[in-house]
């Protein structure tokens, strides 16, 4: 676990107003200036190539425009993978459980919970059993 582990905590309105200059000014820092950037440089150079002047709306799509052509065309490519956990097992959860069962002699809860994880297997059983017998 990480020592050095800073935790933000906004307590009241002014909290929420540091929170909310915080993101304004990260906003303006890496999406609005760098659209003001790219507007004044696409006007400096439109009458060289007759194209028309932009404004800092068209600036900060020009800005997004090349920051995802860099993402896009960069030799490290970034790969994200998006997949479901996998659950346990019936069988590693009858495992799990059995350490459970070792450990917790003397926890009441530990022991609350055993005894419902067990009534939940025997009802499954009992479903599957019934089911069996239904389709003969």
């Known amino acids: 676990?990480?020592?050095?582990l800073n935790i933000i905590k906004i307590n009241g309105l002014r909290g929420l107003i540091i929170a909310i200059m915080v993101v304004?000014?990260?906003?303006t820092g890496f999406i609005a200036f760098p659209g003001y950037v790219?507007?004044?440089?696409w006007n400096f150079s439109a009458p060289f190539f007759s194209l028309p002047q932009i404004g800092l709306f068209q600036g900060v799509l020009l800005w997004g425009i090349v920051v995802a052509a860099y993402f896009t065309?960069?030799?490290?490519?970034m790969i994200v993978c998006i997949k479901t956990p996998q659950?346990?097992?019936?069988?590693?959860?009858?495992?799990?459980?059995?350490?459970?069962?070792?450990?917790a002699k003397t926890?009441?809860?530990?022991?609350a919970m055993l005894k419902a994880r067990e009534t939940e297997l025997q009802v499954k059983k009992h479903d599957?059993?019934?089911k069996i017998n239904s389709d003969r």
């Open 107 to 111: 926890d009441p809860v530990l022991q």
């Open 38 to 41: 790219a507007m004044h440089i």
């Open 24 to 27: 304004c000014c990260l906003a």
């Open 128 to 130: 599957e059993d019934v």
């Open 1 to 4: 676990m990480k020592k050095n």
């Open 87 to 103: 659950g346990l097992s019936e069988d590693e959860l009858k495992e799990v459980f059995a350490d459970m069962k070792k450990q």
């Open 73 to 77: 065309f960069r030799k490290n490519k």
